[in-house]
């Protein structure tokens, strides 16, 4: 096994994670890495095709692992994100030694589908980073691995509560505020009993009982430090009423209540937390995360969506549920965060039925006065967050895994698209999208990167 270590392991990660692993999960592991690497450089050059990076002074097509491209490139201030990536191909690579889910997909819980999602995101250099995880907390809580999470029930007396907190999670003037294991422990917490959860997409996100519990996590998860800050608690339910009034045609995951223990008098970033209502099924009915549709299965197979009939007829249905009240969202002033992480959708036989938004806190509005300035975004940033979250990243996504060309596909779009102020741009000007690896060299970029226009 040394040997093999010697021989197969690329980076000091990739190696700590294959000596922490049983033999045949190992195994699994040290064959994983290949194709773990060739993903995400992948994605990185893909990022050098379209971010607005740094000069690129080396010849990228030499390299075979992204870390030895990245220290090529020489770029200034790039150690974290090298770090990152490093950790990401090791996390992808363990991702991909998970077993393939039996159930048939349209039997699938709305939990079996989150778990699904096996390489993270699609488009991500750092898809399965976390930077602070260990291989075996990659296992206890990677939705990937479908493990049972116990959270920990933290009881606190000097709290602050928004919302309609729920009377199981009081004990007389304290509340229990759940906290992830991981950070109950990296904090060391007092706790006192637990409460079982499957883990979501979003990891730190996990569903019990009636709710769905947005926990903190003070770790690097794909692109950000997970905390919750004192903004987003005080803010949460606040949002997701503005949003009930002024959302058409897309349903919403309502924030129900947030809570976090108080820290000189001001909620701690460390210890928050946001309680979601559960979307409950209709009869017949199947909800999954968009991502769920594309994703790339553990055991090699087609994607999901190319099962569920034909694809331009099943576009142009999916394309009339979610453009035009996006379109129309962003002519009163709204843009929602509408990647395929957060847009859940409803399937009757295959078909689609209804969509659902969930994970409220990234929405951005023009300025009013109900909100807080943090949301607060001009016409061309709302345009900008709309366009590259929903057709940039979801609907490519979608067209990219359905079985049909392209053209087709995009022109069943079109016909979808409203007449509202922002249709020109969208049908004739270049597309924005996140610079997704800028954003983790420069944190603090407010540029965008660009495609080709697909209509």
């Known amino acids: 096994m040394c040997q093999d270590l010697i021989i197969l392991t690329q980076t000091p990660i990739e190696t700590e994670f294959a000596a922490a692993l049983d033999g045949e999960r190992a195994e699994r592991f040290l064959a994983a890495l290949p194709g773990a690497r060739a993903a995400i450089l992948a994605r990185l050059r893909r990022a050098l095709a379209i971010e607005p990076l740094p000069q690129v002074s080396s010849a990228e097509a030499e390299y075979v692992h992204p870390v030895d491209l990245l220290t090529a490139l020489r770029w200034r201030d790039s150690g974290s994100l090298i770090t990152e990536v490093a950790h990401s191909v090791a996390g992808l690579a363990l991702s991909r030694t998970t077993s393939p ?145 002024t959302v058409e045609g897309i349903e919403l995951q309502h924030n129900r209540a947030s809570a976090a223990v108080l820290t000189d008098g001001e909620p701690d970033r460390a210890l928050g937390v ?35 009939g034909d694809p331009v007829t099943w576009l142009a249905e999916f394309a009339e549920l979610a453009v035009p009240p996006l379109m129309t969202l962003l002519a009163r002033g709204v843009a929602l965060e509408a990647h395929e992480q957060n847009l859940v959708i409803g399937l009757v036989n295959g078909r689609p039925s209804r969509l659902i938004y969930r994970d409220l806190a990234d929405i951005r509005v023009s300025p009013r006065a109900n909100l807080p300035e943090r949301l607060h975004a001009s016409p061309e940033s709302l345009r900008a967050k709309t366009l590259a979250t929903f057709f940039a990243t979801a609907l490519t996504g979608l067209v ?40 983790r060299l420069d944190p603090a970029t407010t540029a965008w990167a660009y495609l080709p226009n697909p209509f």
């Open 400 to 439: 990219t895994a359905l079985d049909a060309p392209a053209a087709e596909l995009w022109q069943a779009v079109a016909k979808a698209v409203p007449d509202t102020p922002d249709r020109h741009a969208l049908l004739h000007d270049p597309i924005p999208a996140k610079p997704l690896t800028l954003m």
């Open 101 to 245: 889910l039996t159930t048939p997909f349209l039997e699938r819980s709305l939990e079996e589908h989150e778990q699904s999602v096996v390489d993270g995101h699609p488009l991500h250099p750092c898809c399965r980073n976390r930077t602070g995880f260990t291989a075996r907390d990659h296992l206890a809580y990677g939705p990937e691995h479908r493990p049972v999470v116990a959270l920990r029930l933290h009881p606190t007396g000097n709290h602050v509560v928004f919302g309609d907190w729920p009377a199981e999670l009081r004990d007389g003037s304290q509340i229990l505020l759940p906290l992830h294991p991981w950070q109950a422990d990296l904090l060391n917490m007092p706790t006192t009993g637990t409460l079982d959860a499957r883990p979501l997409m979003a990891l730190r996100t996990l569903s019990t009982g009636a709710w769905h519990v947005k926990t903190t996590l003070s770790a690097q998860i794909t692109s950000a430090v997970r905390d919750i800050s004192g903004g987003s608690i005080a803010t949460a339910t606040t949002v997701s009423d503005f949003l009930s009034a």
């Open 274 to 308: 946001i309680l979601r209502d559960k979307p409950v099924p209709h009869p017949q009915e199947t909800l999954l995360p968009l991502a769920a549709l594309s994703a790339r299965p553990v055991d090699g197979g087609p994607p999901p969506v190319r099962g569920l």
